[in-house]
Every structure is written in C-alpha cells, then in structure tokens.
C-alpha cells in the first residue's frame, strides 16, 4: 500500500515534470530574436532567384501555415500541447526541412545515449573502486597517488581537457581520428569497431573528468564508515578486511553514491553538446547546436524536449529502485 | 583464564598517555565479573586491551595480559598474550557493545549479522537448520523469528541489545566481555536483560565481564567486583562483601550515591548531616 502511493506520487510528479518543461520550451524560443520564416525567405533569396513581393507574401503565408507559427501565441500553444503530448509529432525541421524532426532524432539519439551512458557508468564504477580502495587504506602509497591524481584531474574545465585530448591524440599523435566518421554495413564487425574507434576519445574525455569527482567522494564516505561503529564491532567480530569492506563499508558508502549518479546522469545532455561539437560526434547535442544556429524552432523544440524527457526519466527509475537499495526508505 | 600482570595499557606513540596504571588481575573460569568506576577510570580500556582491540593507538607500556583457553572439541589448550587474541575472536571470546543505533550494520538482515564471524563449529548442518536453532535461541530471549528478517532500525533499543546479547552468546564463546551493555536502557528492560546474561553464563559455565558505571548492574549481577579509580584498581573482592563492608573512600562514595527506597540517598544524609 505505501509502495503504491510511492510509486504513484512519483509518476505524477513525473509528468508534472516534463509537463511544465516543455511549456517554458515552448515560450523560450519564441521571445527570442530570430525568426524562421524570414530566415527561410533570406535563404531562398540568397540563392538568386527573384520574386515579386506578392510572391513573397504567399510564401511567407505558405510557410507560417506549414510550421505552425499563424494565429496567437496562445492559439499556437494549444496547437502544440494537442501535437506533442497526445501524437508525439513535432513537424518537419525548418532548417533540414521536409524530414521531419522525430526522425533525426531517432537518427541522434543511439548516438548520445551510447556514448553519454556508458561512459558516466565506466567512471562510475572505476571511480567507485578506486575510491573505495584508497579510503580503506588512505596511507598507502598507491591510494595516495591515485587521490592525487583524482585532484589534479578533478578541477580542469571540460572543454579544455577535451581539446587537449584531441590535440594530443588526434593531432600531434595521429591515434584517433579528429572527427567522427562511421563507417562499415549495419551489424557489421567492421561498423562496430569503427564506432568503438571514434568514440573512444570523446568516452575518455568524459570518464577523465567525472573520475576524479568520484574518487574524492567515495573515499571521504569510506574513510567516514570505517570509523561507524558497525564497521568497528564487524572488526572486533573477526570478520576479515575482505567482508567488512564488501558487506559493511561498500553497500553503505554506495547508498549516496546512486544519488550523485542520478543527478550526473540528469547532467548528461549539459555535457554532451560541448563533447560532441568539439568531436563532430553525430548525437544530439551537435543536432540541438545546429539547431539553435539557423533558428530551427521545431528541432530545438524536439531536442530539447527529448532530453528533458529522458532525464526525467532517468532519475524517476533511479529513484524507484531506491528502495530496493535502503530498507529504511522501504518500510516508512 | 585470563591473568593481567602489573600492566599499564595508554594511548599514543609519540606522547604516551596512560589509562590503566599497573594492574594486575586474575579472571577466572565460570565467573561473573564485573568492572566499575566513573567515566575516565580506565575501565573501557582494560577491557579492551583484555579483548585484545589494539587498535587506534591503544598499546600495552609494561606488564602482560595472558590468557588460556581450552578448545572443548579439540581438548587442546591454547596459551597466548591478548595481542594475538585476533584469531580467537568469535570463537573462544565474543563482545557484547553498548547498543547504539549505528552498532548493527544498517543494510543487513538480522540473521546474516547472527551469522556473520561464527566459528564454523556452530554453522553445521546448512543454511536452514542454522535459521532454526537462531530462532530458538532468540525465542529464549524473546524475540520472535521475524526479527530475523528485520532490519536494525526496525527494532526497539531494548530488542537491538538483546539482539547484540543474543549474537555474542550464540557463538558459544568461553569468554564473553559487555562493555555497557545496558546503559541505554531503562530500568525494566535492563533487569531482563541482565537476568538473560545470567542465565547464559550459567547455562555454558563461562566467563562473563560486565564494565558498567552502574554500582546497582553490578549488585545485581556479579559474583566478584573491581573499583577502578584513575587508572588504578582500589579494591577487588566479592561483590557481596564489597557491598556490605567497603574498604576505600572511593568505593563507599560510589554506594553512597546510590538511590535508595526508603528514604534520602547516603550522600544525601551526610550532606545534610555535615
């Protein structure tokens, strides 16, 4: 019974959610300064042929018909609310128009949650250890050098890490390709490694980064626990170091730790679009900067929409299985 | 079982601070002993050095603590300074902790912490037959067997001491040491539990100490006490006679504040009498 009311109260704050997301998103773009229909007609008349004003007019016309943008801003929202929540549709892209808008998102999509998701979760878990380790024994040598390396990392901007990856590995040292091109036919062994050879400097600029955050934190709560008293009465029991640490220590210094995943996880997209317009790595990110450039209102409106969703999300699963992980959230 | 020979146990390297200050003991077999004194006395500390917990800086300056323990399946006699207790611990000597909210592991069932540390000896006969002789063990101390599959927090203060009880005793162990066992509680749950203690060492015939401020957990309980006074033992003896014929001023201060039924506690009376 409570866990019904759990579940339910976080769904409906879940639609709340993105409900109210996508209503800012829908206003933000439209006080903004550029405007879609005239971008179109500057291009169509940047390409040389003439029209009289008449002509322009009824295209104009045409076009604000097409995109969705004729009558008031309110007329406009309902319009959108009435697509977007009950079919999903987001109309064609105005900059890459007539495909439509779900369908380079489809096309992004894999990309950025392929790259994104695996490697938040490799540091994770590679930060989780060596944190994990290094709070056990916090003077030993190798912990020592692994949280100084974890604070020498931990402070440096993104995107200067990522360009000077990318200067090092791709420019100086001619390892890794500087931009991203896929090649090889669908389930193809040579397409799958093609996809590992690219994205595995984007993937090492982003483990880089969030590994040092990890390192720090998990060591702090490990170096915390082993003096709770539970780890000590676990020591006087006779339990050996392996068990204290795996059954005591770690299941309880990991508990804070799926939270901070969760919150990096909702992070994720902020990160993705430097990644992958410094990568020129085909996911959403880059979709959402071409997006912003020409004006693109219904493919800013696709993109961003599709990520609030996805973090969204993301964090309600997190917190669903939450009580899985604590009884003490379980049984209130 | 256990003699300590004019020992000085203290804390530190560099500065050395002493706790317990040349004292000697001898704890014998099928005994109840308790060790009283006020905060800061050393008793926490003699115990500890007993158990053989050297850890965070805790180190023995002089004198030795021994003890001597015979494997009852064995026959075979083991002789050893406490420093190397580690691998008796769980198996001849348990340790029941004052039972605090953070004692018991947070995210652990109550049986794996039964489990947890036994000696393979008592963990015979697979996972299910061991689930029952718990729960029959914990029945004696009133708890009932879905306290196994609870969680700490879901249990009373005085269930979780009962629990840490009921963990130290289920090993079977030659030598139990309680380090305030039942200074959270209140009198009505004390009195069971310490009359459970009781009950335990008289069942398996072993060693119980009992470290407790509380003059009254002693009178109650112990067959033999120790007063200890800044670091040093004023006066040892059975606990009946201490009682009824204290022999340092210390001791008889400590009786003196006792609450009595009837009538204005001695410390009381001698105030007002001065």
Known sequence: MHLLRY????????????????????????????????????????????????????????????????????????AFVNRIIFSADFGPSLSMYPTPVMELIWNALPWTFGLLLSSTLIAWVLGNFVGLLSGWRPNSNSSRVMEGIAICLYPIPYYILA???????????KIFPLTTTIRGAPWSWELVSSIVWNSFLPAMSIVIVVFGWWVISVKAQTTALKEEEFARYARLKGLSDGRILTRYILPNALLPQITFLALQIGLMFNGSLITEILFDYPGL????????LQGDFNLLMGTISLSVIAVATATMIIDLIYPLLDPRIRHR | MISIDNVTVGY???GFITAVDQVSLTIGDNEIIGIAGESGSGKSTLMRAVYGDFSTGLGIKSGTIKGRFTDAATGQVIEKPSSQFRDLWWDQISYIPQGSMSVLNPLMK???QVIDGLPKRERGGGRKALRQRIATFLAGFGLEENVLDAYPHQLSGGMRQRVLVAIAAFVNPRLILADEPTTALD????????????????????????????????YQITDRLVIMYKGR????????DIFANPQHD?????????????????VDRVGAGA
């Open chain 1, 7 to 78: 579940i339910a109260g976080r769904l409906v704050v879940y639609a709340l959610v993105i409900v109210f997301a996508l209503t800012v998103l829908f206003f933000v773009p439209r006080l903004g300064p550029t405007d879609p229909v005239e971008a179109m007609l500057a291009k169509v008349a940047s390409q040389g042929a003439y029209m009289d004003p008449a002509q322009v007019d009824k295209l104009r016309q045409s076009l604000i018909d097409t995109f969705g943008l004729g009558g008031s801003l309110w007329e406009q929202y309902g």
């Open chain 1, 163 to 173: 360009l000077v990856l990318s200067i090092l590995f791709s420019y100086v040292w």
């Open chain 1, 285 to 292: 990110g880059l979709l959402i900067y071409t997006a912003v």
């Open chain 2, 12 to 14: 530190g390297t560099a």
């Open chain 2, 110 to 112: 109550i049986e794996q």
């Open chain 2, 187 to 218: 009198v009505v749950v004390q009195k069971k539990i310490l009359l459970m203690m009781v009950e335990i060492q008289r069942r398996l015939q072993n060693t119980l100490v009992l470290v407790s401020h509380d003059l009254g957990v002693h």
């Open chain 2, 233 to 240: 033992i004023v006066e040892a003896g059975r606990t009946a």
């Open chain 2, 250 to 266: 210390y001791t008889r201060n400590l009786i003196a504040s006792l609450p009595r039924l009837h009538g204005k506690r001695a």
